[in-house]
T-cell receptor
Framework: NAGVTQTPKFQVLKTGQSMTLQCAQDMNHNSMYWYRQDPGMGLRLIYYSASEGTTDKGEVPNGYNVSRLNKREFSLRLESAAPSQTSVYFC???????????????FGPGTRLTVL | AQSVSQHNHHVILSEAASLELGCNYSYGGTVNLFWYVQYPGQHLQLLLKYFSGDPLVKGIKGFEAEFIKSKFSFNLRKPSVQWSDTAEYFCAVSNNAGNMLTFGGGTRLMVKP
């Protein structure tokens, strides 16, 4: 049981390049999330998927797209990377939406992205 | 929109000292509250959470937090810290609509041996 896995762990891009961050969970969770972590700002939600087949914008969605490929996988795509997207990206999953009594988010190890 | 403030950005303590990390949120409705911890080089893990009931919540590793509704606060406490508690601590809140978890900016705790 690996929990939440993310690839790659590190990535360096040039401005304008595109890339996809991969996330998978093996806990049969319904909901999945993408966050970015910047110093002093905590984690900010980029996009989330409440259940397979649905995606919604979070707090900072501009410059990103997501795909909920199936129940296990939720990818984040940067179409044209910008230096402002230099950050650490975390994927998370939970049984259902936050607010349900038994819900907790489980986080992956993160992807450290640098855009030059 | 809801927001979360953690006023202490950096805290340095000696081992065995008591810890209290502040967390205040702004949201007028029913909230669910969480504390997450990120140890150096690791991903975030849940320390404890409050949904309803007893406002004093006990979590893992001897941590506890108290929800004070009148103060919009959910401070994290530990009576005696250890060197292994060195980490970054994040307070987070969601409302009962359930679709967004808002994090505070985090508090870096360093415990000196």
């Amino acid at each position: 049981n690996a929990g939440v896995t993310q690839t790659p762990k590190f990535q360096v891009l040039k401005t304008g390049q595109s890339m996809t961050l991969q996330c998978a969970q093996d806990m049969n969770h319904n909901s999945m999330y993408w966050y970015r972590q910047d110093p002093g700002m905590g984690l900010r939600l980029i996009y989330y998927s409440a259940s397979e087949g649905t995606t919604d914008k979070g707090e900072v969605p501009n410059g990103y797209n997501v795909s909920r490929l199936n129940k296990r996988e939720f990818s984040l795509r940067l179409e044209s990377a910008a230096p402002s997207q230099t950050s650490v990206y975390f994927c998370a999953s939970s049984e259902g939406l936050i607010g349900q009594r038994t819900d907790t988010q489980y986080f992956g190890p993160g992807t450290r992205l640098t855009v030059l | 929109a809801q927001s979360v403030s953690q006023h202490n950005h950096h805290v340095i303590l000696s081992e065995a000292a008591s810890l209290e990390l502040g967390c205040n949120y702004s949201y007028g409705g029913t909230v669910n509250l969480f504390w997450y911890v990120q140890y150096p080089g690791q991903h975030l893990q849940l320390l404890l959470k409050y949904f309803s009931g007893d406002p004093l919540v006990k979590g893992i590793k001897g941590f506890e937090a108290e929800f004070i509704k009148s103060k919009f606060s959910f401070n994290l406490r530990k009576p005696s810290v250890q060197w292994s508690d060195t980490a970054e601590y994040f307070c987070a809140v969601s409302n009962n609509a359930g679709n967004m978890l808002t994090f505070g900016g985090g508090t870096r705790l360093m415990v000196k041996p």
